[in-house]
């Protein structure tokens, strides 16, 4: 009889880093987690009140309810974070 190996993770996490201006953190997240979680981690660690970010990865643009899985992410990819650019009416 072989011995059975102790079970892993079913769902092991992932490091994400979020970049913004030159400055990262890395949060650990699950792959089916939806990444409200982890935009609202990255802006409490820059010091940034809620909905202030766009997220992006390889350029497309995530949404709160996707997750790192659907967009098949890997341990240390890299989320950009960009500040969100509110009105464009000029005044006269």
Known sequence: MTEEQPQ???????NLMVDFEG?????????????KKLFEAAEKRFGKEPGTFKFTFSGV????EETP???NME?????DAHLQQL???QML
């Open 8 to 14: 892993e993770d079913v769902k092991p996490k992932i």
């Open 23 to 35: 400055q990262t953190c890395t949060v650990k997240v699950k792959p089916g987690m939806p990444f």
């Open 61 to 64: 643009r995530l949404r709160p």
């Open 69 to 71: 899985a659907e967009h």
């Open 75 to 79: 341990d240390g990819d890299t989320i």
């Open 87 to 89: 009105g464009g009416a």
